[in-house]
Every structure is written in C-alpha cells, then in structure tokens.
C-alpha cells in the first residue's frame, strides 16, 4: 500500500463485498489463478484479473512474494527503535533508504521511529547500526530488539 494511502485523514477506500473476498482468496494464497478465484467469488477470470490491477494500482494491495530470511541466509533479524532529535519524517526517509531496512513506522511513546532489519549476521548488525543508521543526522538515541525466532507472520487479516 502506498504510503500516501495512510495518511492521516485520508479518506478510506470503499471496497465491494466481491474485491474483499479476492483479497482474502489472495491472502489464503498469492499464487491462486484467477480462474480460481473467479469461481471462487462468481466473476470470470478477467474480470478477476482487472479488478486484481485496479487493486494494486490504486495501492490498495500488494501481491508479494514473503521470504524466510533465515533460508536465505540473513541470520540476523531486528527491530531497532529509534529517537529522533528534530524531523522524524526526514530520518524516517533516510532509514527507508538503507537496504538492510525492510520496515519503517513513526510511532507514539518510547520511540519516535521503529525500523525493521534484516542482516546476514551479527557483525553485519553492528555495521549497519554504527555506520549508517546512528550517522543519520537526527538520530538521537537507538535500542535493538534481535530476533531469536520467528515465531508467527501472516498476512490473511482479512478486509473491514
């Protein structure tokens, strides 16, 4: 979803009850066919297909392919909470450009920012967090939350 779709204030897309049972089709399974998906929910497969584009063009989903980090080599995951001095979109853009960082949310209380981070290993770890995400301007303070175990990450929470 596109960032601009979560601001604050912006007015809410308005799904039929037809595209929410596409994307809980998508969200049981990314690779399912629209045929599939049409008899699923009573549409051809084209009508399927084009609802699925407007969906994703209008950043209202995303269909992704969601990795096991650890399978792949990235033994080290984290989630670094950051306090920021100052602008915390701006350090937020500049976090979001780090291709370690996978995620990044402004929040509420302790933290102004937490980042996601993937990394191969320990020593990767500390080099991204001492080179690049304390050297931003504005990061006033960081805690890192290491991953021992992903334990559970779904994405079928369905639609409102």
């Known amino acids: ?10 007015k ?5 009850d037809v595209s929410k049972a596409i994307i809980e089709q998508l969200q049981g399974d990314g690779r399912r066919s629209y045929a599939e998906i049409g008899k699923a929910v ?5 009508a399927v297909r084009q609802r699925v584009q407007k969906l994703t063009d209008s950043g209202v989903m995303q269909v992704v392919a969601v990795t096991d ?4 080599g990235f ?4 989630m670094i909470g950051v306090r ?18 996978d995620y990044v949310v402004l929040t509420a209380g302790s933290f102004d920012i937490l980042a996601e981070v993937v990394c191969e290993n320990d020593d990767d770890l ?4 001492n080179k690049q995400i304390r050297a931003i301007e ?5 805690e890192t939350f290491v991953y021992l175990r992903l334990h559970k990450q779904f994405y079928n929470w369905g639609t409102r």
Do not use: F, K, N, W
């Open 69 to 72: 980090p650890m399978q792949l």
């Open 138 to 142: 504005g990061v006033q303070s960081t």
């Open 1 to 10: 979803m596109s960032p601009s779709a979560r601001q604050p204030g912006a």
């Open 75 to 78: 033994y080290r995951q984290a």
């Open 12 to 16: 809410p897309v308005q799904l039929d």
């Open 126 to 129: 500390i080099d991204l967090l």
């Open 84 to 101: 920021v001095a100052g602008d915390t979109t701006v350090v937020a853009e500049r976090l979001g450009r780090i291709p370690a960082v």
């Open 42 to 46: 009573g549409l051809s497969e084209a």
